[in-house]
């Protein structure tokens, strides 16, 4: 189908991405489109550079292919590099999505199921402000390569996003209902699930007070579990962060151990959702990465080129935003895994007086970590009792997995829809993320 160049390395990726997005507000009609793009990424590899294309032209792929090995020096060796044995000879069609495709499903009754969820806000005069979006998104991509690799696979995600705000100013409150799945037909019914969380915001908008600065315990919702998994340490374990940082290799050292016995974290590309992606785009397996197993640093997150350069296993990570980008390592669906030994209410249970987290604003993080809340409740003699307010929660991040001492026994893992995980110039990925009920001994409160 391609015409390789001989003595090089070579690929092609080809992304064929449907995507639909309806926004009302405010009861007005603001935004309703599909779009529909294909384009393919080239690379060429000689053994010590790539060179890069980037097409929606699909009849010129060979075209490209030959620019490019005109720009490279000729490598008969090229396919004994470190980096290339890392690459799989991966083939079959494993589209999963096609009987289902959200492409398929007419725009009209799209915005049917928009409007039936901007009922749950609409009238409700307590809210000052709100938005409900739907998005949906198809992606289908192949990828071939010079060493035999030929795979075909495709990844869908629809969801709802309902934003809405009470009172206005300093004094005004802003939350969020998302949910996203796999199918069109399982955000149908759901109306009643958006309106508990909208009387809890509107609990807590009522009746929140200020906390002081410290250190408290803190228990974190599986949303919360998550972007920590994700900002504070699954950035972390991305490893082209470490090539050439010996610092960071001292840090990252693996079989050493740097939390409880309690704590578990791990990336998976096969959780279906939003960080699904069963081959990456070097055409690796999707892997079951475990980052941390019983508190001891066991791995980290790999393209092929990151795994030749520190002499470990490819993980299957290599992603990229588009076809208009290069791969780069990243996260996939980053998660804290359950524990057997407690449930959610145990959990609490043993909390004297401290907090909860609830749901969240916003995350960042690397070597320290920042998250900002957005709803937290006051936990009293082992039980949840009001909601507070307070700024973030940061830390260390090796000094909080060491503060870990708890998770519970159910595993909640979240898709999302708008928005996504930033590196560099490529923004938004989409991933997963999740965990059970977490518990951090101290951490600060600001």
Not at 5 to 11: A, H, I, L, Q, V
Request: charged residues 25%.
């Amino acid at each position: 189908m391609y015409n390789f160049p001989k003595d090089f390395y070579s690929d092609v990726r080809i992304e064929h991405i449907y995507s639909s997005h309806i926004r009302i507000e405010m009861g007005r009609l603001e935004e309703i489109k599909e779009s529909n793009d294909s384009g393919a990424f080239i690379r060429l590899f000689d053994g010590k550079k790539w060179y890069y294309s980037s097409t929606t032209d699909l009849d010129s792929i060979n075209e490209e292919l030959a620019n490019l090995a005109s720009l490279a020096t000729p490598n008969p060796e090229v396919n004994k590099h470190p980096l290339v044995v890392r690459l799989q000879k991966n083939s079959g069609d494993c589209c999963r999505f096609q009987k289902n495709n959200v492409k398929n499903i007419p725009l009209h009754d799209k915005l049917a199921l928009a409007k039936e969820y901007a009922k749950v806000v609409e009238n409700d005069s307590e809210i000052n402000f709100w938005s409900a979006n739907y998005s949906d998104s198809n992606l289908v991509k192949e990828f071939s390569s010079s060493i035999g690799c030929n795979v075909k696979f495709d990844t869908q995600i629809s969801g709802m996003r309902i934003g809405f705000k009470f009172g206005s100013g300093a004094d005004g409150f802003s939350e969020m209902w998302c949910k996203a799945f796999t199918s069109f037909e399982e955000l149908k019914g759901l109306q009643n699930l958006t309106k508990e969380h909208i009387e809890k915001a509107r609990n807590f908008y009522k009746n929140a007070h200020t906390i002081p600065g410290g250190n408290y315990t803190v228990v974190l919702s599986p949303m919360a579990a998550g972007v920590f998994a994700h900002e504070s340490f699954g950035h972390k374990s991305e490893a082209d962060f470490m090539v050439g940082d010996e610092e960071m290799i001292k840090e990252w050292q693996l079989g050493k151990r740097v939390g409880s016995e309690n704590l578990s974290i791990l990336d998976d590309g096969n959780v279906v959702g939003s960080g699904y992606t069963p081959f990456d785009d070097e055409g690796n397996l999707a892997c079951k990465t475990t980052l941390i197993e019983k508190g001891i640093l066991k791995g980290r997150l790999h393209s092929a080129e990151t795994a030749a350069a520190l002499n470990e296993d490819a993980t299957g990570n290599a992603r990229a935003m588009n076809f208009e980008f290069e791969p780069i390592v990243r996260m996939t669906c980053t998660y804290i895994d359950a524990d057997k030994k407690m449930s959610k209410e145990e959990l609490i249970k043993g909390v004297k007086y401290g907090i909860l987290i609830d749901t969240i604003k916003h995350g960042s993080g690397m070597s320290t970590f920042t998250i900002a809340p957005s709803m937290a409740f006051l936990i009293e003699d082992g039980k949840v009792t009001k909601p507070v307010k307070f700024s973030v929660i940061s830390g260390n991040v090796m000094k909080t997995l060491d503060q870990i001492d708890a998770v519970s026994d159910q595993l909640e893992l979240l898709s999302f829809v708008g928005g996504g995980c930033g590196k560099m110039e490529q923004f938004p990925l989409p991933v997963g993320f999740g965990g059970p009920y977490v518990r951090v001994k101290e951490i600060n409160v600001q």
